[in-house]
């Protein structure tokens, strides 16, 4: 059986050889992610359109954050990387870049995002960024993610800070709006990487990463699914006052659809049948970005609104 070890090195070819490998670095799928969620906090935030200049300045200097967190995270993880098959085609581990040029890199990535965000938005949002990084970095990636089965629960604030710094980006400051939607990523954050966990239990266990799928029993995990799942749909449920009907409506239905997939995979876990975890992790994708895209529509066009004072 191949290893990651045995894996034989990736030779750069060309100029577009070498960009597809430090566009690897930045994880763009990840990024895409954090994307859906920024442009309808934006929206909110101004219950309307804001400056187009403004939403492609906040999202160019977002997106250079997040790439930045994830090249400086490829560095901290080359170890862990080169020995699970979900990450062992990854630029380090196949050395398409080098470490010392992934960590200038990711570096350079932080610097510009601030740059970018202090000079088309504020500084607010700047520096919004910058812990956002650091924290990623520093407390996730370097001392929860190896220590503790909790390190996603706390490390996944770091991918609710896109909402926080979009808000930030057209006010100037933080409402509590903006604190609602970051609870909602962050309570959205665990049944989506430990529903991915389950799959690749093996990989983290190799790895010696003490994710909670490895360290707990599957009852015990699929039951920690469903309680987050449960505090997400709640806790989405809070925007009442500052959205529409429209918003309401679609949360509630996205959040019971996402409740019935949980409760089953947590009932099929404690009968001892085969499970579908991955079943679970593509949902949630497809449940933010339909929850988020909502919460667009609705502060697009401004539909009644609760009770929020605008």
Not at 49 to 60: C, E, K
Not at 111 to 117: D, I, M, Q, T
Not at 137 to 163: D, E, H, S
């Amino acid at each position: 059986m191949t290893t990651a070890a045995q894996l034989p090195d990736q030779p750069v070819r060309n100029a577009a050889d070498l960009l597809k490998a430090y566009l690897g670095l930045t994880k763009p799928r990840v990024i895409e992610l954090l994307l859906v969620t920024t442009i309808p906090a934006m929206l909110l935030a101004v219950r309307g359109i804001p400056s187009p200049f403004l939403v492609l300045a906040t999202l160019v200097g977002g997106t250079m954050a997040a790439g930045s967190a994830n090249a400086l995270n490829c560095v901290v993880d080359a170890d862990i990387d080169q020995v699970m098959k979900r990450t062992r085609a990854r630029p380090l581990v196949r050395r398409t870049v080098s470490n010392r040029h992934a960590l200038i890199f990711g570096t350079a990535l932080g610097a510009g995002s601030f740059l970018v965000l202090w000079a088309a938005t504020n500084l607010l949002a700047g520096v919004l960024a910058v812990a956002t990084i650091l924290f990623y970095v520093f407390v996730y990636t370097m001392v929860l993610k190896r220590r503790t089965a909790q390190n996603i629960v706390w490390g996944g604030a770091a991918g609710c800070m896109p909402v926080v710094i979009g808000w930030a980006g057209v006010t100037g400051r933080v409402d509590w709006p903006a604190l609602v939607m970051f609870g909602v990523v962050f309570f959205w954050t665990p049944p989506h990487t430990w529903s991915l966990a389950m799959k690749y239990k093996a990989d983290y266990e190799r790895a010696g990463v003490p994710m909670l799928p490895v360290v707990a029993r599957p009852t015990a995990v699929s039951r920690q699914v469903v309680l987050f799942t449960w505090l997400m749909v709640l806790w989405t449920l809070l925007l009442a006052p500052a959205t529409g009907w429209l918003y309401v409506a679609v949360a509630a239905i996205a959040g019971a659809w996402f409740l019935v997939l949980a409760h089953r995979l947590h009932t099929a876990t404690k009968r001892g049948e085969p499970t579908k975890p991955m079943r679970l992790f593509h949902l949630s994708n497809t449940y933010l970005m339909i929850v988020f895209v909502a919460l667009a529509v609705d502060s697009a066009l401004s539909l009644p609104v609760l009770g929020w004072p605008w």
